[in-house]
């Protein structure tokens, strides 16, 4: 039988008895105790989320909470609620991270044509003034004036493994009246993708319900910013694979495992609150309906030109081809490009940061650093450790080989017969192309080709639900999904050779 402890809980002048029990961590304690959703890694010592202090004679520091904190931290009692397990009675009090909002990318000029100029790609790219909008409240906020109640309108839903952005559309001009974003709920049940489908096999219906009621609150909270009640026509779903199958309640089985074989990838009609909803179609388990829609957003499936289109977060997907036809693949990216940021450094700072340092000779090819070092980018002081450089070699080796391999099987004889590169999300918005090239992230015959599209996910599901509501067939014509294909990556023969080839700066 196990021993228990008492962890007393300091919340300014309250103070909270909690039993622990000495073979678990404080996490796991303080999960059971509903004192926090969860951390962003499940528990993994990834993120940081679970922050808290020991009011005195704090237990040793284990090596993952000397990098996460200074020396003076540690000695003032933080650690890693993960990391600890009290086996004496203790003082703490919490300080787990809070939910950062994430500046959204307006995407109302999506993308332009080969001759697309410096001022046009600035205006593609500037920052919509929304309120933020969090489950467990919200914000009354009219920014555009009020709205006529008999004006039609739908929803556009973009679920993001981290983050959900919702706007509120005009059903005829395709114009975003108003924006919210939130968490996604289900992060207390794992950062990553992989994290979130074992937990939907043993908890599927509570991850969907957490899902489809943030959804519910934000369609209210769209609808009070807009000052009227009419309750929107359709909600146009869009997401990664794993993403949409949660939405939908179904099994997650096939998505992690060999030959990941999802449930459904077809565009599907339900009713959320009453409200009809489709779910935009994805391509295949690795390839989702948030690469359908950049596609439908480029114009892809319309034009005579190749153009390759990269998104990049915990996963990397791309696209290339034109109006004849589209191939699409996936690899894992791990934590280098996700969007959230750590102190507000983002993935694209920290690939600008290794570029200076490479040019100064800070960084050798092989990715070797002799410590840890702060480098300015931008105005941003950005920490880059030998770790955070490993863990961008091997996410951008991975992508490198990806669309070296992509345009081989696509039929392409060179990259030169590439017209457009489009990086979409907020992290292809910041993200430098010169820095990119300087970090092998793509060749550098692409660099004068690179165009920022912003949420693409997001402009697609307006199109999509705007044609939608015309007809199912003239969305199904909009999109032409039997012209877009996929391949699974890391069954390539030549992956492996090329990811080894690419590691290197």
Partial sequence: MSKTVTITVADGQKRLKVPHDISRNLLETFLQE??????????????????????????????????????????????????????????????????????????????????????????????????????DGERDNVSRGQ????????????????????????AVTEEVIHTVKFMNPQRSFGFDVLSRIQAAKEQGEVLKKLIQNAIVQGVETLRKQRGCGAVPELLCVTGNTAMLH?????????????????????????????????????????????????????????????????????NGEMALGNREKILTCATAAGSAFEGGAENGIYGSDRIGAVAILLEQRKVEESGYMEEATICNYQGKAVEITLEKIRELQLAKAAVRAGIEILVRKYGLKSLKEIDNVYFAGGFGFFLDAHAAVKVGLIPAILEEKVKAIGNSALAGARRFGKDYLRGKEVAKQSVCMERISSFNLAEEDEFQELYIQYMNF
């Fill in 147 to 170: 709205r006529r109640k008999n004006e039609r309108t739908f929803v556009a839903v973009d679920i993001g493994t981290t983050t959900v952005v919702m706007q509120l559309v005009d």
């Fill in 246 to 314: 949660i939405f939908m309640g179904y099994d997650t089985e096939g998505l992690g495992k060999s030959p990941f074989q999802p449930v459904s990838v077809a565009c599907e009609e339900t009713v959320l609150d009453g409200i009809r909803t489709v779910v935009m179609p994805s391509v295949s388990a690795f390839v989702g309906a948030d690469v359908t829609a950049g596609i439908l957003a480029a114009k892809m499936q319309e034009r005579e030109q190749i153009n390759l289109l990269i998104d990049l977060g915990t």
């Fill in 34 to 135: 509903n004192f926090i959703e969860g951390s962003f890694c499940k528990g993994l010592s990834r993120c940081g989320h679970c922050k808290v202090r020991f009011v005195k004679n704090a237990p040793y520091p284990s090596a993952r909470e000397r990098s996460f904190f200074s020396a003076e931290e540690l000695r003032d009692g933080f650690r890693l609620a993960c990391q600890v397990r009290p086996k004496q009675d203790y003082v703490v009090e919490l300080h787990f991270g809070k939910d950062s909002s994430m500046e959204i990318v307006s995407d109302s000029i999506v993308c332009t044509d080969k001759e697309t100029d410096g001022a046009e790609k600035k205006e593609a790219g500037k920052l919509l003034q929304t309120e933020t909008y969090a489950p």
